[in-house]
């Protein structure tokens, strides 16, 4: 069984025609959220057969209009694909994925290679491995850093653990979808780096809205603070990508403040002890209830509060 409260991707890839390139490899993808929908989309672009599955069905008109058939479940997707993406919330929803009646782990197939791209906690990734394993099947956790942009520009940062064998095999397919695709390690070193990151990207606009607080709460005007700070060395392209969002009361989200608080729980649970995250996670669940569905950096309205 899967645990609730955890994520994953999968890519499956059968080896039964070892003669085939991998742009003649068949795609299935599962979530088309803000994420899944522009990567999906790169590998249609790329030539990929791409057949996708989502729980809304009204969320693949976009991709069905670009060519890719659907499937009506997880099971039914992996038994007509070659190899299966997963990009979805957390680990509830991968549980679902693989382990519902009409889930991947349903399908009674082999030789297929799964790659889990949402982020979620390395423990899941580590159980869906080894019930993949058990079938014949071969999982991959590839969790990606970059937001909606870099997805729709194919500029995303892939982090990947378990085989170096999958890993070479399934790499051509996901540089399709990212500038840098890198093996980590072992099953489940892909979501201990992004949650690493996300660490240090809740930290960050934490710190970001503080500072900007700060200023302002001392007469500073907020597009001076930030003009200063885009042209220090502190600049970077978060900091002006959000503190424009700040300027222009823009806080659609293109990273949810609620991913960062469920991130950072993930990242507890994998033992953090040091104590800007513990103060980040303390942060960032204050202010889930309130602007959780908006961006990240609405948390300089919890300091308004």
Not at 7 to 14: E, P, Q
Not at 19 to 32: D, E, F, Q, V
Not at 146 to 153: E, N, T, Y
Request: hydrophobic share 45%; with cysteine; charged share 15%.
């Amino acid at each position: 069984m899967l645990r609730a409260g955890s994520h994953r991707v999968c890519i499956c890839t059968s080896t039964s025609n070892k003669n085939n390139k991998m742009n003649n490899t068949t795609i299935g993808w599962i979530g088309l959220g803000n994420m899944g929908n522009p990567m999906s989309q790169q590998l249609i672009k790329a030539g990929y057969a791409v057949t996708v599955y989502n729980r809304s069905k009204d969320k693949a008109a976009t991709i069905q209009s670009l060519g890719a058939a659907t499937a009506n479940t997880p099971q039914q997707l992996l038994q007509q694909t070659d190899t299966v993406f997963i990009m979805v919330s957390n680990d509830a929803a991968i549980e679902d994925i693989f382990d519902g009646p009409t889930g991947l782990l349903a399908a009674g197939v082999k030789g297929k290679l799964i790659i889990n791209m949402s982020t979620v906690s390395p423990a899941i990734s580590k159980e869906m491995a080894a019930q993949c394993a058990a079938q014949g099947n071969v999982y991959l956790d590839a969790p990606v850093s970059g937001s909606v942009k870099q997805a729709q520009d194919a500029q995303l940062v892939i982090m990947v653990g378990g085989e170096k064998d999958a890993f070479e095999k399934a790499k051509p397919i996901l540089d399709k979808l990212g500038k840098l695709t890198m093996h980590i390690g072992s099953t489940g070193a892909g979501n201990t780096a992004k949650l690493a990151i996300n660490l240090l990207l809740g930290m960050h606009a934490q710190a970001l809205a503080e500072a900007l607080t700060f200023a302002q709460q001392h007469g500073v005007q907020a597009a001076d603070f930030t003009a200063i700070l885009n042209n220090s060395t502190l600049g970077n392209p978060f900091a002006k990508i959000k503190g424009e969002a700040i300027l222009n009361n823009n806080y659609q989200a293109a990273f949810a403040l609620k991913h960062i608080a469920k991130d950072l729980r993930l990242a507890k649970a994998e033992g953090f002890s040091t104590p800007l995250a513990a103060t980040a996670l303390q942060t960032y669940q204050q202010a889930e209830a309130a602007f959780g569905e908006e961006d990240i950096i609405a948390v300089i309205k919890q300091f308004a509060k």
